[in-house]
């Protein structure tokens, strides 16, 4: 019986927390005159979009493991948010909040899955954009003898293209040969965000994630356009978490690594880029209207098979059987492998 009462309390002290009108989604009250409206974006949680039973469903990284969202809203018949699209997409970041703090600060462990088990899947899986961005580090312009843009030079991947932590690549050799690796910070969109000025365009931000723009380089160079040279199945792996954007204190102060089978290739820094994550957003808002759930990779610097002096023939390119990892400092490593 007492443990019954403990668990009715708990839920009702969490739902209480979704509902009350004087509670905003970062947990100051309107009282507060810097206080933002309610945006439904999660905060100071680690998540992670799993897939699990043929679908996907959300996980949040504890202490112990990983909170089985799902698990955890139906065992408490309370509301919960499916999978990061959803959460994204349809603000249900307090629904997630109340559920977190009813499991309270020790869940039970029925509903904590071993960190070392679970089955990743993309970060996000029904985005409406994937933006990229193409040369945003002067060096990488540098060693690839491109110009170093005046504005920021803007393409895009395909859904197809998403892949996951753990997750293969399958070489489209019948195709290309020349393939090669990106390692980049990706932004994620947790609100509408249409002409933004760069002072409030962190604002619209769920959160980061690390990402590849795995490429064809023989397939992007061979037009004008970068489209077939990036969108073959699998060339953007994300994840392994969505880190929300309020515990990520500078987005362009994160040091960014890529290890291929062991030794490492790229070394560098987010505040080396030519626009900053403010600058990118707030430019690209201009032209499009982001959507929530969008993702919008910043560009990769220096170290990549492309920029080598080498002759194209005989550099080294990717092959199947290599391993690449990509990190970002708090982020999280990205591991894949190709085929």
């Known amino acids: 019986m007492s443990n019954r009462r403990q668990f009715l309390t708990a839920t009702a002290v969490g739902l209480a927390a979704a509902a009350s009108p004087a509670q905003a989604t970062d947990g100051r009250t309107k009282n507060d005159a810097s206080a933002p409206e309610p945006t439904g974006m999660p905060r100071d949680m680690t998540l992670i979009n799993m897939r699990r039973d043929g679908g996907y469903t959300l996980g949040i990284k504890m202490t112990s493991g990983v909170l089985d969202v799902g698990a955890a809203g139906r065992a408490l018949g309370m509301p919960f948010p499916t999978d990061m699209d959803d959460l994204l997409q349809n ?3 307090p629904v997630l909040r109340a559920l977190i703090d009813a499991v309270g600060a020790t869940p039970d ?3 904590v899955l071993d960190a070392s088990a679970i089955d990743y899947a993309p970060v996000v899986t029904r985005p409406e954009k994937i933006i990229m961005m193409g040369f945003n580090y002067k060096h990488h312009a540098e060693e690839t003898g491109t110009p170093i843009p005046k504005d920021p ?4 991947k395909y859904n197809n293209t998403l892949n996951y932590h753990g997750g293969t690549i399958k070489l489209p050799t019948e195709a290309a040969r020349e393939f090669d690796y990106e390692t980049e910070l990706v932004i994620v969109f947790g609100r509408e965000c249409r002409n933004v000025s760069e002072t409030d365009a ?4 769920a959160g980061y994630s690390t990402g590849n723009d795995f490429s064809a380089r023989d397939l992007q160079t061979l037009t004008s356009q970068f489209m077939i040279g990036k969108t073959s199945d ?3 792996p994300l994840g392994p978490y969505l880190v929300t954007a309020d515990r990520v204190k500078d987005p362009n102060n994160l040091k960014l690594r890529t290890v291929v089978n062991g030794r490492v290739r790229q070394d560098w820094n987010t505040n080396d880029m030519i626009f900053n994550c403010r600058q ?10 982001i959507k929530p759930g969008d993702i919008f990779y910043t560009g990769t610097p220096q170290g990549v098979i492309f920029g080598e002096k080498t002759p194209r023939k005989e550099r080294v390119w990717l092959k199947p059987g290599d391993e690449i990892v990509s990190e970002l400092e708090g982020l ?3 591991r894949f492998r190709l085929t």
């Open 91 to 93: 603000s249900r970041g």
């Open 109 to 111: 462990k029925r509903l």
């Open 153 to 156: 030079p803007l393409f895009n």
């Open 202 to 205: 962190l604002d619209y931000v």
């Open 234 to 236: 699998g060339f953007a």
């Open 280 to 289: 990118l957003i707030s430019f690209a808002s201009k032209v499009m209207t």
């Open 332 to 334: 999280g490593e990205l």
